[in-house]
Nanobody
Framework: VQLVESGGGLVQAGGSLKLSCAAS??????MGWYRQAPGKQRDLVAVITSGGNTNYADAVKGRFTISRDNAKSTVYLQMNSLKPEDTAVYYC????????????WGQGTQVTVSS
């Protein structure tokens, strides 16, 4: 499985960015976005299942939206009202069917929010 992310960059606080993750497979149990800030652990940001159910970290609820385009095998993360504390490397992840956890990862894309 290959995951290719795009869409990171530098934005001012209050701005928006949209991340994309293209998968080399079109069947999965779930796809998600994680992020890791310097010196911190990698945390789950948002998840979407093959059935379309979504879940978000409390820190991003109401500001971030995860969505998918099945025809393109692509998952998106729309990030609005960005804050400096959202600065991190964002990783796309995929959990295959019958897997117990996310087992495929993208290379990561940097998101930097300036104050």
């Amino acid at each position: 499985v290959q995951l290719v992310e795009s869409g990171g960059g530098l934005v001012q606080a209050g701005g928006s960015l949209k991340l994309s993750c293209a998968a080399s497979v079109n069947t999965f149990f779930a796809m998600g976005w994680y992020r890791q800030a310097p010196g911190k652990q990698r945390d789950l940001v948002a998840v979407i299942t093959s059935g379309g159910n979504t879940n978000y970290a409390d820190a991003v609820k109401g500001r971030f939206t995860i969505s998918r385009d099945n025809a393109k095998s692509t998952v998106y993360l729309q990030m609005n009202s960005l804050k400096p504390e959202d600065t991190a490397v964002y990783y796309c992840a995929l959990r295959r069917r019958f897997a117990t956890n996310f087992d495929s990862w993208g290379q990561g894309t940097q998101v930097t929010v300036s104050s």
